[in-house]
């Protein structure tokens, strides 16, 4: 069986990455574009030349031919466009954060349940080898006790017009990359946080531009640096009482830099393992293919998502000293 996809919106990112990815998975096909810019269409007809275009998001979803949507809307459209392409029978792939509250995702995660279609957000990181070879080492003991988590995830995007800059398409580094860093401690370790011991944020017209973090995780502490207004950073390190494991180049595989996993062992030992030809986006359509073809549990799936969500607010909440 064979995917039919259509993406709900022409966004860069889309037309750069996960169009192309839809377009290149096994056993999926993008065959429609919901979008009211002939200009902008053109770029995805540019890779997949019998791409169907609907002058706007309610035709896509009334195409019968069509099974699963992939959205790339702003922040605050998520929820819901993802709740109406549930009812409309379509299988959801949504853009991070698929919510802006944890309570939503809870409405989603119910709509899922009831229509028994595969809603999830696209969290790709957890498909890409190299993330899941890190977890395997953490599970199997190669730096001993885990101790520590540091993360970093920065870039520099001033531009006042861009919707990662305004409060009202739900914008910020913590909904844009702090999403990143979080989840990934979450999911590398399998915790939840006690607490949030720090936030530090920086407003920049209602967006936060910086966001310096620290929490307490049962057995071991963690610490985050993301921001919107700083040099290209990304690394995660996961430090032990016998070793570390630090990833490089974690959310922006071959595009920041090369994916290795490097395993720091005691005496100043190293071991590194590299990972240049996978490509994420394309590994999480062949995962959610599956899964909706075969059953195969999705990497990602809401509950997750609503994880991250909730220590995303109670990080919200303690910078306000609510």
């Given at each position: 069986?064979?995917?039919?996809?259509?993406i709900?919106?022409?966004?860069?990112?889309?037309?750069?990455?996960?169009?192309?990815?839809?377009?290149?998975?096994?056993?999926?096909?993008?065959?429609?574009l919901?979008?009211?810019?002939?200009?902008?269409?053109?770029?995805?007809?540019?890779?997949?030349?019998?791409?169907?275009?609907?002058?706007?998001?309610?035709?896509?979803?009334?195409?019968?031919?069509?099974?699963?949507?992939?959205?790339?809307?702003?922040?605050?459209?998520?929820?819901?466009?993802?709740?109406k392409?549930?009812?409309?029978?379509?299988?959801?792939?949504?853009e991070?954060?698929?919510?802006?509250?944890?309570?939503?995702?809870?409405r989603?995660?119910?709509?899922?349940?009831?229509?028994?279609?595969?809603?999830?957000?696209?969290?790709?990181?957890?498909?890409?080898?190299?993330?899941?070879?890190?977890?395997?080492?953490?599970?199997?003991?190669?730096?001993?006790?885990?101790?520590?988590v540091?993360?970093?995830f920065?870039?520099?995007?001033?531009?006042a017009?861009?919707?990662?800059?305004?409060?009202?398409?739900?914008?910020?580094?913590?909904?844009?990359?702090?999403?990143?860093?979080?989840?990934?401690?979450?999911?590398?370790?399998?915790?939840?946080?006690?607490?949030?011991?720090?936030?530090?944020?920086?407003?920049e017209?209602?967006?936060?531009?910086?966001?310096?973090?620290?929490?307490?995780?049962?057995?071991?502490?963690?610490?985050?640096?993301?921001s919107?207004?700083?040099?290209?950073?990304?690394?995660?390190?996961?430090?032990?009482?016998?070793?570390?494991?630090?990833?490089?180049?974690?959310?922006?595989?071959?595009?920041?830099?090369?994916?290795?996993?490097e395993?720091?062992?005691?005496?100043?030992?190293?071991?590194?393992?590299?990972?240049?030809?996978?490509?994420?986006?394309?590994?999480?359509v062949?995962?959610?293919?599956?899964?909706?073809?075969?059953?195969?549990?999705?990497?990602?799936?809401?509950?997750?998502?609503?994880?991250?969500?909730?220590?995303?607010?109670?990080?919200?909440?303690?910078?306000?000293?609510?």
């Amino acid at each position: 069986m064979t995917l039919r996809w259509g993406i709900l919106g022409a966004s860069n990112f889309a037309r750069a990455f996960m169009g192309p990815a839809i377009h290149a998975a096994r056993q999926s096909a993008l065959v429609a574009l919901a979008t009211s810019s002939a200009k902008k269409a053109i770029g995805f007809s540019a890779f997949c030349p019998d791409l169907r275009v609907h002058s706007d998001y309610d035709a896509l979803l009334s195409d019968p031919d069509i099974d699963a949507v992939y959205i790339p809307l702003p922040n605050t459209l998520h929820v819901d466009w993802t709740l109406k392409a549930l009812d409309a029978g379509k299988h959801v792939l949504c853009e991070k954060p698929i919510a802006m509250a944890a309570s939503d995702i809870d409405r989603l995660i119910a709509k899922r349940d009831e229509t028994g279609l595969l809603a999830a957000e696209a969290y790709m990181i957890v498909h890409h080898p190299q993330w899941l070879r890190a977890r395997e080492m953490l599970r199997d003991g190669a730096i001993g006790r885990l101790a520590h988590v540091e993360g970093t995830f920065t870039y520099n995007n001033p531009d006042a017009a861009n919707i990662r800059n305004k409060a009202e398409m739900g914008g910020g580094g913590i909904a844009d990359i702090g999403v990143y860093t979080y989840g990934a401690t979450r999911w590398m370790t399998g915790q939840e946080p006690e607490a949030i011991t720090h936030a530090d944020l920086t407003y920049e017209n209602g967006v936060d531009v910086v966001a310096r973090v620290s929490a307490r995780f049962p057995g071991f502490t963690a610490q985050w640096m993301n921001s919107t207004r700083m040099h290209p950073m990304q690394q995660m390190t996961f430090i032990g009482d016998a070793g570390a494991i630090r990833l490089t180049a974690p959310f922006n595989a071959n595009v920041y830099g090369e994916a290795r996993v490097e395993l720091h062992q005691p005496d100043l030992g190293l071991r590194v393992e590299r990972f240049p030809a996978a490509n994420h986006y394309i590994l999480q359509v062949e995962a959610f293919s599956r899964s909706v073809r075969d059953g195969e549990p999705f990497g990602w799936p809401l509950e997750q998502a609503r994880g991250t969500q909730a220590m995303i607010d109670a990080i919200h909440t303690h910078a306000k000293g609510v």
